[in-house]
């Protein structure tokens, strides 16, 4: 059964630590994205990338990084944590044109205190 | 980007058949539709895509007329576990990004 294993399901951090949430798919995937999903915004695509070493900001970048060094792993990092980045972030893969579908990890429910 | 509208959320029986209609106007000619499926908690799951007329699998179908700018997704005989928010989506063309909407939330009931 393919996969997206995503970290940790749940975290707690403090604000103004680094954080890092680890994805990794086992699919050969190339593309992987990163989504947040807040009650009532409904999922924000936050980066994604296309290949090894290559990125591109989503719809709400600010305040996140990304590291893809590995074919199968795409980290999102939070440089300095705050408590308005609290929220469930899931991880996706998927091929080149996504025809056959993003394949989800089961989230990570991150709060920041 | 093609902009999805469907109905925010959609009440039904135990072994109905539920139809979520979305409209996808500004639909672009390389552009397909996909529906995804979310249980709280949980990342959305792929159910069906399509480009054009009708396709079926084990999950659900997908009607597509002619003019491609709405589609509906239907789930034959629902139940209780079928209770999730649904998103319709546009893929292709210039991106290959999933862009969701606020999704329709069906409510199955006993």
């Known amino acids: 059964d393919v996969k997206v294993t995503q970290s940790s399901r749940y975290l707690v951090k403090r604000t103004g630590e680094k954080v890092f949430l680890e994805c990794v798919q086992d699919m050969d995937h190339e593309n992987m994205f990163w989504y947040r999903q807040d009650p009532g915004l409904g999922l924000r695509l936050i980066y994604f990338s296309y290949d090894v070493k290559m990125k591109e900001k989503g719809d709400i970048p600010e305040g996140y990084s990304v590291s893809r060094e590995k074919k199968e792993r795409f980290s999102l990092i939070l440089e300095s944590a705050s408590t308005n980045q609290t929220s469930m972030y899931l991880c996706?893969?998927?091929?080149?044109?996504?025809?056959?579908?993003?394949?989800f990890g089961s989230g990570t429910r991150l709060t920041v205190v | 980007l093609a902009k999805t509208t469907q109905p925010i959320s959609m009440d039904s029986y135990e072994g109905q058949e539920v139809n979520i209609t979305c409209s996808h106007n500004?639909?672009?000619?390389?552009?397909?539709i996909t529906w995804y499926q979310q249980f709280p908690s949980q990342g959305p799951r792929f159910i069906i895509q399509?480009?054009?007329t009708k396709v079926t699998n084990e999950v659900a179908s997908l009607f597509i007329p002619a003019d491609r700018k709405s589609s509906t997704l239907s789930l034959p005989r629902v139940s209780l576990s079928d209770t999730a928010v649904y998103y319709c989506l546009v893929l292709g063309g210039n991106t290959d990004k999933l862009i969701f909407g606020t999704g329709t939330r069906l409510q199955v009931f006993p």
């Open positions: 399509g480009y054009k």
């Open positions: 996706a893969s998927s091929l080149p044109d996504g025809y056959y579908g993003y394949t």
């Open positions: 500004n639909i672009a000619t390389n552009d397909y």
